[in-house]
């Protein structure tokens, strides 16, 4: 498809189990981000992959999360030990950018992960 | 760090209303400054952009932005308001530092007939 395209839609795990997200950015976008959208609030930066470069992990909340990048395609966000207050929708965003070069982002449609 | 504040996280407006929401910065370096918007049930979607050159930036859907300096502000406005314009608005500003985009909380917008 020509969008950013995020799987599952909605995820609904048992507390302590593990999850994995997925995202399919648009073909040639060399920037990838995953946010964190809680309900009622903001985006999170979670990570940023850029090309082949070291990713940004700064915004990861704990230990428990992880993402991958393969090149610049998929990229897959897994959750550890999931917790309730990781329940939220996650979001994955991708962009032509480069450092310094500010193009706009695209976002995919979100997972919606539920915690039990 | 950049930061960005978003007054407001809900903002009602009768439909044909002047739209104003609001958009402040921290960083004494002019930024790049963003608008997002996310109709219910859709991904967020660029709404209009302020990188370099004129301050007053003009969007889709008649909405634009002015990028105030002095004021570290960047308000979004639309002169009248439509019922198709109910959505959630996000500010964001780019972090030149890490480069990262920083995200407001959001305001939610409602039009009522």
């Known amino acids: 498809g020509a969008g950013v395209s995020q799987s599952p839609s909605n995820k609904v795990t048992e507390k302590g189990k593990d999850v994995e997200l997925r995202c399919d950015p648009i073909?040639?976008?060399?920037?990838l981000y995953w946010y964190r959208q809680r309900l009622g609030q903001g985006l999170e930066f979670l990570i940023y992959f850029q090309g082949n470069s070291a990713p940004d992990k700064s915004g990861l909340p704990s230990d428990r999360f992880s993402a991958e990048r393969t090149g610049e395609s998929v990229s897959t966000l897994t959750i550890q030990r999931t917790q309730q207050e990781d329940s939220a929708v996650y979001l994955c965003?991708?962009?032509?950018?480069?450092?310094?070069?500010?193009?706009?982002?695209?976002f995919g449609s979100g997972t919606q992960l539920s915690v039990l | 760090a950049q930061s960005v504040t978003q007054l407001g996280s809900h903002v009602s407006v009768s439909e044909g209303a002047l739209v104003l929401l609001r958009c402040n910065y921290s960083s004494s370096v002019p930024p790049y400054l963003f608008w997002y918007v996310q109709y219910p049930n859709q991904g967020l979607q660029l709404l209009l952009k302020y990188t370099t050159g004129a301050t007053l930036v003009k969007g889709i859907n008649g909405f634009e932005a002015e990028f105030k300096k002095s004021e570290t502000s960047f308000h979004l406005t639309k002169p009248s308001a439509h019922m198709s314009d109910a959505a959630e608005y996000f500010c964001?500003?780019?972090?030149?530092?890490?480069?990262?985009?920083?995200f407001g909380t959001g305001t939610r917008l409602q039009v009522f007939p």
């Open positions: 073909s040639g976008h060399t920037a």
């Open positions: 965003a991708s962009s032509l950018a480069r450092q310094g070069a500010w193009e706009k982002l695209f």
């Open positions: 964001a500003v780019s972090d030149d530092n890490t480069d990262k985009l920083i």
